[in-house]
């Protein structure tokens, strides 16, 4: 038997089995395109013909997929809810709270221990061995499972027993995040329309941060092949919005946010770098 099962081998869940791999753990891949499993079959993994032989395989299922949307529809299978009673679920796709919720819900009823996670990066961050993930879920199975999970990042944080708290504070970091790319823009087009040159803007902010890297783009006019689209905040973004009218919160500030990523994407910018969104500010006021 191995130890866990692997569903989904997209860029993140293919940093995840490469990190269970290096850590010496005992793995059963499972993907839609078998050929992407392949690279892990041979070194060493075992890959499942079907999601219900990789869910036998395991104690521990690490699920990596689009969504929970998705997540349902690879689990909800006869053959395969049969097989879940008395095993580990961690959920490491992207959701809402509402989301993370449901799912507890469904898959406890299926006799499952249900962990949900959120990754604070990107699949170089796991691959490098420093990114933060948050998990919320039943104490005693995270402890059980914390040391395969070790080796996915630096910065491992249970959050407690409140289900949603992982995607929750995810999107909260999301929307810092939209806050800073809106207000470095803006900040860039003031700088030019003041004759001040964006290097020094750019300077104002230490080596690597976030919005140094963005100014640092505008001013290089290179938005070409950035490690997340503008296209892909874009998608995250609605994740937000959804959020903000399941739990009947104010919705202005992500409604105006995806009204300027819109008019980003309708203009063509959707497969650049999302400092892109300067330019819908330049023509906004006619340069």
């Known amino acids: ?6 569903l989904g081998l997209g860029s993140m869940g293919a940093a995840l089995a490469r990190a269970f791999q290096r850590a010496g753990h005992r793995i059963t891949v499972w993907n839609r395109s078998p050929e992407k499993m392949q690279p892990f079959v041979a070194n060493g993994a075992k890959g499942a013909p079907t999601v219900a032989s990789a869910v036998q395989a395991s104690p521990v299922i690490v699920v990596s997929v689009d969504s929970y949307v998705v997540t349902r529809q690879i689990l909800v299978g006869e053959d395969v ?26 898959l406890q009823s299926c006799g499952v ?3 949900d996670g959120a990754i604070e990066g990107g699949p170089s961050d796991v691959d490098a061995g420093t990114t933060q993930i948050l998990f919320a879920g039943p104490k005693s199975p995270f402890e059980r ?6 080796c996915l990042g630096s910065d491992l944080r249970y959050l407690g027993e409140n289900i949603g708290a992982a995607a929750a504070l995810d999107l909260a970091w999301l929307s ?5 790319f809106l207000g470095v823009a803006h900040g860039a087009r003031l700088c030019e329309s003041e004759n001040v040159g ?12 976030r ?4 100014i640092e783009v505008i001013h290089a006019n ?7 689209t503008l296209s892909v905040w874009a998608g995250a973004l609605k994740r937000i919005e959804k959020q903000a009218r399941d739990a009947g919160i104010n919705r202005e500030f992500p409604d105006f946010v995806a009204c300027l990523f819109g008019r980003a994407i309708a203009a063509g910018y959707g497969e650049g770098d999302v400092a892109a969104l300067v330019k819908v500010f330049r023509h906004a006021d006619g340069t």
């Not at 499972?145 to 070790?150: F, I, Y």
């Not at 964006?198 to 941060?209: R, V």
């Not at 919005?211 to 963005?214: G, K, P, S, Y």
């Open 1 to 6: 038997m191995s130890d866990i099962s692997v």
């Open 145 to 150: 499972c914390e040391p395969l999970l070790q």
């Open 211 to 214: 919005a140094r890297n963005m």
């Open 113 to 115: 221990d249900y962990i």
């Open 81 to 106: 809810t049969l097989h879940l009673s008395g095993r580990t679920v961690i959920q490491l796709s992207t959701g809402t709270p509402l989301e993370a919720r449901e799912s507890a819900a469904w």
């Open 198 to 209: 964006l290097d020094l803007y750019a300077s104002m902010f230490p080596e690597g941060d």
């Open 176 to 180: 810092q995040r939209y806050g800073l």
């Open 222 to 228: 290179a938005y070409e092949n950035p490690g997340a």
